[in-house]
């Protein structure tokens, strides 16, 4: 079966941290070396991984390394934010089958991993987990994640976009002795694996759902045939005059997943951010493309929504994994959350341990983050998305 230990730190010496931060796992671990590692290191040591491969894999015995830059690590320990950080996972996966990987093509990686899988009448995708790790500034996920579905038909797939210096547009992603800055990394398991995920959206739905009635690419010019304009203002109407300028910079479009769920509820968007509002055209342009049809609902975003969100999905997690043997946990966490949301550290750290008890997590701060809803692996904004996963059998 699968085994994890988890080792972090924050020493600004990279062999030092590595040093501490794989000691610390093996021994979690209970074995001398590991069989994968997954690996998030802010950008203090991201460029130079290189150095960074050679020293963990001398301490951890394998060549197996998984991982991306970040701007802030997470573990089960804390929300290290604002600090230099490495985090390691080990793994020992008996039993388990596991596929890295490096590519810097969505289409090419989608075809590599079909032929890896075969036809999914000889091998079914119900006991996959894919991982995976983009460059959030040449990889469009929602395509990548089109393309994986169309080769692999439905592998749950969860993980998320590199982050690295917020001045900095570079990212890193690693697998083995290889990286690349505009690629696609992380990992295949196949194996007698149960997994199961939430996402928290951390936004607030304002005014009403209203029918996207004329648009053009990322340009809606008309909600409900008014100028989208006009709706929008109309959504911000429900704050005081004096609050309104300060909500108006943190609104958000929530693009309704499932078209056939009525009444919509929160947490049943897809949010995107809004790149530009122009009064004069009346029209308003999102970070991606939105269709005539759509529903759409403005949202803000809300610290206690957000931790709402996380209590409950991490209450539904322990049910849903109850049945079986919890392994390891992965939290990926939007650069925009941590304690910028909720003006304290931890925040998120301490409800999932409360929730799910001392299991090795690792994660990283996002610049995206990737989870299945609604049937449809999607790619999520301003989120936080939580996965466990565990050994299929009796607790």
């Known amino acids: 079966m699968i085994q994890a230990g988890v080792g972090h730190s924050t020493s600004l010496d990279l062999g030092t941290a590595a040093r501490e931060a794989s000691s610390s796992a093996l021994e979690r671990l209970g074995r001398s070396k590991a069989d994968l590692l997954l690996c998030f290191a802010t950008p203090e040591f991201s460029f130079h991984y290189r150095h960074l491969y050679r020293t963990l894999s001398e301490y951890t015995g394998t060549s197996e390394i998984v991982g991306c830059s970040a701007m802030a690590i997470i573990t089960g320990e804390g929300e290290f934010e604002g600090s230099p950080g490495l985090a390691v996972m080990a793994l020992a996966t008996d039993g388990f089958k596991v596929l890295p990987f ?21 091998n079914p995708r119900d006991n996959h987990l894919l991982l995976l790790f983009t460059d959030v500034f040449n990889v469009q996920a929602p395509d990548l994640l089109e393309a994986l579905h169309h080769e692999l038909g439905h592998i749950p797939t969860v993980g998320a976009a590199a982050s690295g210096h917020p001045e900095d547009s570079r990212t890193v992603q690693w697998a083995g002795k290889r990286e690349a800055n505009h690629g696609i990394s992380g990992v295949l398991f196949s194996g007698p694996i149960a997994h199961s995920t939430t996402v928290s959206q951390g936004c607030e739905p304002i005014g009403e759902p209203y029918l996207i009635t004329r648009s053009e690419g990322k340009v809606i010019m008309e909600i409900g045939n008014r100028t989208a304009y006009e709706m929008l203002q109309r959504a911000l109407s429900i704050f005081p005059p ?54 759409i609902q403005f949202h803000v975003r809300n ?44 925040h998120d750290v301490n409800i999932i341990k409360e929730g799910l008890g001392d299991i090795p997590m690792i994660g990283f701060l996002s610049n995206s983050e990737f989870a299945p809803r609604e049937g449809r692996n999607l790619a999520h904004a301003y989120s936080s998305v939580l996965t466990l996963v565990s050994r299929l059998g009796p607790a």
């Open 303 to 346: 610290p206690t929504t957000a931790r709402e969100e996380l209590i409950t999905g991490v209450e539904q997690l322990g049910r849903e994994t109850s049945p079986y043997v919890p392994l390891f946990a992965l939290y990926f966490e939007s650069v925009g959350r941590g304690a910028r949301l909720h003006r304290k550290p931890d």
């Open 102 to 122: 490096l590519s810097e093509d969505g289409s090419t990686l989608a075809s590599r991993l079909a032929g890896a899988l075969g036809p999914s009448e000889e």
């Open 242 to 295: 004096e609050e309104e300028e300060r909500v108006s910079k943190g609104v958000f479009a929530g693009l309704l997943i499932d078209e056939h769920k009525y009444p919509p509820s929160r947490g049943d968007y897809l949010i995107r951010s809004i790149e530009r509002v122009d009064p004069y055209s009346g029209t308003i342009t999102l970070v991606q493309e939105a269709h005539p049809g759509q529903t």
